[in-house]
């Protein structure tokens, strides 16, 4: 996962409390910047269904 190119919303450009997401061809990979060894990995349909998810208002975030 050292080869990873990870990326964070630009609202949060000088945060420390970001998401970071990296994207490869099989999978999806999510984790905090305040615990950056913390990984969840989901497969592509997963996390479009979180993001349908957010979006839609279904967690309370």
């Known amino acids: 996962m ?3 190119s990870w990326t964070r919303p ?3 450009a000088d945060s420390s409390n970001c998401p970071e997401v990296a994207i490869t061809g099989d999978a999806v ?3 905090s910047s305040l615990r950056p060894t913390e990984v969840t990995q989901l497969t592509p349909t997963e996390w479009r269904d979180l993001l349908g998810g957010i ?7």
Not at 55 to 61: Q, V
């Open 2 to 4: 050292d080869n990873l």
């Open 29 to 31: 990979y999510v984790r």
């Open 55 to 61: 979006r839609n208002g279904e967690f309370d975030i």
């Open 10 to 12: 630009s609202s949060c």
